[in-house]
C-alpha cells in the first residue's frame, strides 16, 4: 500500500468533486502529487507509464474546469488514462492494474462512470464524442464532451474521417491535441512534421484545422496549469466544434523517461531511484526476436523484401531491421488500414512486402486483407504478432479471432508456429509463397527451440505426426503444442502438430479418421470459426461422422491477468484441458491406460 500521508492532497480527493473545492492556487501541487503518487505506484506494478506522466497536469485542469462526469471526458488510446483514474475515485487501487481482478490498463465503461467511452486501439475518441454530443443534442441536454486524443492518435485516418464530419455540425465538441510527439515510437509522417512547424508562436496547423471548420487555439504549454485553466474556461462556453493545442512532454517529470520515452512508454516493476535496470545476459528470444532476425536475413537474400509497420517497430520486432535497412523500412504510422493497402499496392509492382502487425491490430484493417490483398490474389505477407493469449493488456489487445476471420478467405495461406524454428520457416515460407500468407504466432518467448540461420520452407499444407497412439488423436495447432504433447503421452493418444490451419493435411485427417475413435483439437484462438472447425468442416465434406472436442478460448471476451491466469480461465491450461478431455472420451482414455 502506498503511505497516503506523504499525499495530503490526493488523499482528499476521492472524485473530481472533491477536486473543483480546491481553489486554482492549490491545483499545481496536486498536479505535483498527483505526478509522485503516479511514479510509485507504476513503479510498484508496472504498466503504461510516460505517456500518463505526461498528461498529469491537463488531467487536473480538465476535471476541475469541467462537471465530469456529467461532462463527458473521452481518452483516446488509454495509455494516458493512469492519472483519470486516480482521481476519479480509483486511488488506492491504481497498483492492482493489469492483474487479475484489478483494474483494467485503459477506460473501460463497466469500470466507472467516469469512463466514459471503453479504449485500448487508437483514434476512436472523436467519433466516440461526436456521436455522444449529437445523441445529447438530440436530447435536449446541455452536457460538454471533451476528446483527449493523443500518443500518434492524430496520425489515424479514423480521427480525420470524425475531423471532417464534426467540423460540418453545430454540435459543442472540443478536441484536446494532445502533442508530444510521440506514439510510442517517435511520431512519423507529414502531419507530425506539420505539428513541429511554429513561426513566433503561431501554429502552421490552424489553417488546417480551421479549414475542417474547427476553431483552433494553441499551442499553449500543456504543463502550464494555469494557463490550461484559462484557456480551458473560455472554450467551456464556446459554441461548435472547438480544437485545444498543446504541447506535452512525455515522461514530465521523471528524468529518465523523459531522456528515454521509448523505453519508458510501458514498464515492469522498478526502482524509481535508479529507474528500469536492463536485464543482464540474454534469455531465450521471444517470436518478435524471430521476426527480428528473420527479416535482416531474408532482406539480404532478397531485395524485393520490404518491413512495413503501423507504428508498432519496437513492439513487433522491427528495430535492427529499420537500422540495418533504413530504405526498405515503412513505419505509416497508426494507420494499419494504409499499412495493408500500401503494402497490396507494393505487391503489384513486384516488391515482397511483409506486415508486422499485431493480431488485435489487424482487425482494424480487415477490409483491406480481403478486398485489396486476398482478392487479388497479391504477394503479401503477413506477421502476426500476439495471436491468441495476451494477458495484461485484457480484451482490447487479445488476439483471439485472427484464425477465425482470416480461415474464410479464399487465397490465404495461414500457418501458426509451434516453436520458435518453425516460426522462421513458416515465415520464410510464406513470403515465398506467391501470394497472400499469414504467420501467426504469441506474446513472448516459445519452449526454447533453437533456430537455425538457414531460410528453409516447410512443404505447404503438412501437418506433423509428433506421436502415435491409440483411439484418441489430438490436433494441436501454434502455441498449445506444450500441454497437448504431455497429456497427450499420458493417455496415449497421438498428436499432430497442425502447423497449417489453411490448407489443412486433409489426406492426414482422413486417414487418421478411419484409424481412431474420436479427435480433440486445440488452439488458443477462438472455439468459433477457428482451426478446429476447419477439421470438422473438412471431415463433414468427406462424409465422416466422427465425434470431436473443440478446446480453444471460449465466447467471451477474456479479462485481464497474466497468460496463464487467461489460459486457465479459458479452460486452455493443462489441468483444464485434461479434465475436458477426460471428461467427454472417459471410455477411450479408460481403454488406453488399461492397456498401457
Known amino acids: 500500500m502506498i503511505d497516503l500521508s ?7 480527493i476521492d472524485s473530481p468533486a472533491d477536486l473543483r473545492q480546491l481553489p486554482d492556487a492549490q491545483l499545481p501541487a496536486v498536479a505535483d502529487e498527483l505526478r509522485r503518487y503516479l511514479i ?44 483519470h483514474k486516480i482521481l476519479t475515485g480509483r486511488r488506492d487501487r491504481i497498483t492492482t492494474i493489469k492483474k487479475k ?95 513541429e512547424k511554429r ?12 479549414e475542417l471548420g474547427f476553431r483552433y487555439t494553441g499551442p499553449i504549454d500543456g504543463h502550464d496549469v494555469p494557463k490550461l485553466l484559462e484557456v480551458l474556461r473560455a472554450l467551456k462556453g464556446a459554441k461548435g466544434p472547438q480544437l485545444l493545442h498543446v504541447i506535452t512532454t512525455k515522461g514530465k517529470g521523471y528524468a529518465p523517461a523523459e531522456l528515454a520515452q521509448i523505453e519508458y512508454h510501458a514498464v515492469s516493476p522498478f526502482d524509481p531511484i535508479a529507474g528500469v535496470v536492463k536485464k543482464a545476459g540474454p534469455g531465450k528470444p521471444t517470436y518478435s526476436d524471430v521476426l527480428s532476425d528473420w527479416l535482416c536475413d531474408m532482406a539480404t537474400a532478397d531485395e524485393r523484401l520490404f518491413g512495413i509497420t503501423p507504428a508498432m517497430r519496437e513492439g513487433s520486432g522491427l528495430v535492427r531491421f529499420s537500422q540495418e535497412y533504413p530504405d526498405r523500412y515503412i513505419d505509416v504510422a497508426i494507420a494499419e488500414q494504409h499499412a495493408v493497402t500500401l503494402a497490396a499496392g507494393m505487391a503489384c509492382e513486384g516488391a515482397k512486402p511483409v506486415v508486422a502487425i499485431y493480431s488485435t491490430f489487424l482487425q482494424r484493417a480487415y477490409d483491406q486483407a480481403i478486398h485489396d490483398v486476398a482478392l487479388q490474389n497479391l504477394d503479401v505477407t503477413f506477421a502476426i504478432d500476439r495471436a491468441g493469449v495476451v494477458g495484461p493488456d485484457g480484451a482490447t489487445h487479445a488476439g483471439s479471432f485472427d484464425l477465425s476471420f482470416l480461415r474464410c478467405l479464399p487465397n490465404m495461406l495461414i500457418m501458426a ?15 515465398r509463397h506467391a501470394g497472400p500468407a499469414a504467420i ?45 504433447t504431455e497429456i497427450a503421452a499420458e493417455i496415449d493418444a497421438s498428436l499432430v502438430n497442425m502447423r497449417f490451419v489453411k490448407p489443412l493435411d486433409e489426406a492426414l485427417l482422413l486417414e487418421l479418421a478411419n484409424s481412431h475413435d474420436a479427435f480433440v483439437t486445440i488452439e488458443d484462438n477462438a472455439v468459433a470459426g477457428g482451426a478446429g472447425s476447419g477439421v470438422a468442416e473438412c ?58
Open 440 to 484: 501467426r504466432y504469441p506474446r513472448g518467448s516459445g519452449p526454447g527451440v533453437a533456430v537455425r540461420k538457414t531460410l528453409d520452407t516447410l512443404p505447404v499444407g503438412k501437418a506433423e505426426v509428433r506421436r502415435l497412439g491409440r483411439r484418441l488423436a489430438i490436433l494441436s495447432f501454434g502455441a498449445m503444442l506444450a500441454p497437448a
Open 101 to 195: 481482478g484489478g483494474l483494467a490498463p485503459f477506460p473501460r465503461r463497466e469500470e466507472s462512470q467516469y469512463d466514459t467511452f471503453g479504449v485500448g486501439h487508437s483514434s476512436t475518441s472523436i467519433s466516440a464524442a461526436l456521436g455522444m454530443a449529437i445523441a445529447a443534442q438530440h436530447k435536449g441536454e446541455t452536457r460538454k464532451f471533451v476528446a483527449v486524443i493523443g500518443d500518434g492518435a492524430m496520425t489515424a485516418g479514423m480521427a480525420f474521417e470524425a475531423l471532417d464530419h464534426a467540423g460540418d455540425l453545430s454540435a459543442n465538441l472540443l478536441v484536446v491535441l494532445n502533442d508530444n510527439g510521440m506514439s510510442i515510437s517517435e511520431n512519423v509522417g507529414g502531419l507530425a512534421k506539420r505539428l
Open 199 to 210: 513561426d513566433d508562436g503561431v501554429a502552421v496547423p490552424s489553417t488546417m484545422f480551421e
Open 417 to 431: 508456429p509451434a516453436d520458435e524454428a518453425e516460426c522462421r520457416a513458416m515465415l520464410t515460407t510464406g513470403f
Open 6 to 12: 506523504r499525499y495530503p492532497y490526493l488523499a482528499a
Open 539 to 596: 471431415l463433414a465434406a468427406h462424409g465422416v461422422n466422427l465425434p470431436i472436442l473443440h478446446l480453444g478460448l471460449p465466447d467471451a471476451y477474456l479479462e485481464h491477468g497474466s497468460r496463464d491466469e487467461v489460459l486457465s480461465a479459458a479452460g486452455l491450461d493443462l489441468p483444464a484441458i485434461r479434465r475436458a478431455i477426460r471428461g467427454r472420451f472417459p471410455q477411450a482414455v479408460a481403454m488406453n491406460l488399461a492397456s498401457a
Open 40 to 83: 510509485e505506484a507504476v513503479a510498484s506494478s508496472g504498466g503504461h507509464f510516460g505517456a500518463g506522466l505526461g498528461v498529469v497536469e491537463l488531467t487536473v485542469a480538465l476535471h476541475h474546469v469541467f462537471d465530469t462526469p456529467h461532462d463527458r471526458l473521452i481518452w483516446d488510446v488509454g495509455h494516458q488514462c493512469y492519472p
